[in-house]
């Protein structure tokens, strides 16, 4: 295809390394009899290499400059022309007789977004490899009592195993962008504790860090859950969000639970 212009609207940088794309290949390491689904495939860097290896891949794109191109190149691709946010993962484009792996080189301009989409999605996902800024990548993957851990080290690391696989450069991209990039790797949880509401616990780690520099006790009383007495709660208040362990997140929305919305 004649060259296509990246749009900053789509926060489009395309991947031109081939030592690069065959890296990430290697660590996505797909399979025959899986089923993929890419986000954002450009145009086909990844794509071409995924459809070597694996049984379906179902891409989303929303570029419509791209979609003739792609199609022509890549008969046995099913491609959808759709906004990855307004995707409805129910419907009859998306084979789910079996969990899908998800990649891609996500827009980084809406990363969170993306991430909370596939975390609504979790039970239909095996895996997810995606690029992604790498100072985002080190968020997800953060430990307690660091500068980096906040809502979406807590939210992924509860419900999946996160790891940082390898950085980039801004070299292998057209056009460059000004900051490093990583693929990150997110591996579903099957089974998580019965007794948690996966909205409470997002609500509840999202209350938490709604005042970061503050503690608990003043984020808490500043959040949706002002009027939850937690003079029971068996944490101590007087800690910052990010020196709670991912398990006292899980006593604390078993409180809220119980104390608040039992109660509501």
Do not use: W
């Amino acid at each position: 295809m004649s060259k296509v212009v990246p749009l900053k609207q789509f926060g489009q940088n395309y991947l031109t390394d081939k030592n690069i794309i065959n890296k990430i290949i290697e660590t996505i390491n797909p399979a025959k009899d899986e089923n993929f689904l890419e986000i954002g495939p450009g145009q086909g860097a990844l794509t071409e290499k995924i459809l070597e290896r694996c049984g379906t891949l179902t891409a989303i794109e929303i570029d419509t400059r791209v979609i003739e191109d792609l199609s022509a190149r890549f008969g046995e691709l099913k491609l959808i022309n759709h906004d990855f946010l307004k995707f409805d993962f129910n419907s009859d484009n998306l084979d789910l007789s079996k969990k899908i792996r998800v990649a891609g080189n996500i827009p980084y301009n809406i990363t969170s977004p993306i991430l909370f989409k596939l975390i609504e999605q979790k039970d239909k996902i095996q895996d997810c490899h995606l690029m992604m800024q790498l100072e985002v990548a080190k968020r997800i993957t953060a430990v307690q009592n660091t500068k980096d851990y906040g809502i979406l080290a807590v939210i992924l690391n509860y419900i999946a195993d996160t790891k940082l696989c390898f950085k980039i450069s801004p070299n292998v991209f057209y056009p460059k962008p000004k900051v490093f990039s990583a693929i990150i790797k997110i591996d579903f949880k099957d089974k998580l504790p019965d007794q948690i509401k996966l909205e409470t616990f997002i609500k509840v780690v999202k209350a938490a860090f709604g005042n970061r520099r503050k503690t608990l006790k003043n984020s808490l009383s500043n959040s949706i859950f002002s009027t939850c007495d937690f003079a029971d709660l068996d944490i101590d208040l007087t800690k910052r969000a990010e020196n709670l362990t991912i398990e006292n997140y899980i006593t604390l929305t078993k409180y809220v639970q119980e104390r608040f919305y039992d109660k509501n």
